[in-house]
């Protein structure tokens, strides 16, 4: 049995998840970004169909990617350096989660119910939750978005419409947390995707104890500057 939780329950010790389902921790609560916050920062994120209830998680083992263990093939870095897509930060987070919730193949449903939507919509509004999106020709082609708290961002989901569309994203959004001494990229799960790009798995508890490191305060949010020349400039003025 996991406990459910009423709105101003906090969440029981993550020590306590299941071993089967892996990872399963309580239920209930609500997606307000308040708890969304305090939820990530302890390594618990939501997961559930339409018509369950909300059911948050902290597997173990927990999938990461550590920014200087990034893997990127030679057909990926070529990519990257001839520019086959342009990357935008921050500029169409709602397209970005709506593709990512989008039916695919082999797959009978989403976990990016209505209720999430509207739930990580609001903490992108409050600075917290960012896309990273490749455009080609002017089309929205790839991307992800995730949540950045502290020293530690939060991969949610990503999508492409077009090959290496959300790898490039990816490379991108690595080297933009480089830049703000993120040191750690959860993937929550693991894939054989993810391992191809570096990520790799570590104990529940090396992780938690890696975010009590990288988290030392509650994390004001901001919205990202929307080009790398943006960036740039943002960076290097006074």
């Given amino acids: 049995m996991i406990p459910f939780l009423r709105p101003r329950d906090p969440f029981p010790p993550v020590s306590k998840a299941l071993r089967s389902p892996n990872g399963l921790l309580c239920a209930g609560a609500d997606l307000s970004a ?21 059911l948050w998680w902290s597997p173990h083992p927990r999938m990461v990617l550590f920014p200087e263990e ?4 030679r057909s990926l870095r070529r990519a990257v350096t001839r520019g086959d897509f342009e990357t ?31 739930a990580y919509t609001r903490l992108h509004e409050l600075g917290y939750a960012h896309s990273v999106e490749s455009w080609k020709d002017g089309e929205l082609a790839g991307g992800l978005y995730g949540l950045l708290l502290g020293g530690a961002f939060f991969g949610e989901s990503m999508f492409t419409r077009e090959p290496d569309a959300s790898k490039v994203a990816l490379v991108k959004l690595v080297g933009r947390v480089k830049a703000l001494g993120v040191r750690v990229i959860d993937c929550q799960q693991a894939t054989r995707h ?30 990202w500057p929307a080009t790398e020349e943006a960036w740039q400039s943002s960076t290097t003025s006074p």
Avoid: H
């Avoid at 990034?70 to 093939?73: A, D, G, N, R």
């Fill in 88 to 118: 935008r930060f921050d500029t169409a987070f709602r397209e970005v989660i709506a593709a990512c919730a989008a039916p695919r193949d082999g797959q009978p449903g989403t976990w990016i119910v209505p209720d999430m939507v509207r």
């Fill in 34 to 54: 308040e708890r969304l916050v305090d939820a990530y920062a302890k390594g618990i994120f939501p997961w559930f169909s339409e018509g369950e209830p909300i």
């Fill in 70 to 73: 990034l893997k990127v093939s």
């Fill in 194 to 223: 993810l391992a191809s790009l570096g990520a790799r798995e570590i104990p529940r508890r090396e992780f938690a104890q890696l975010l009590a490191e990288s988290i030392q305060c509650r994390p004001t949010g901001r919205r």
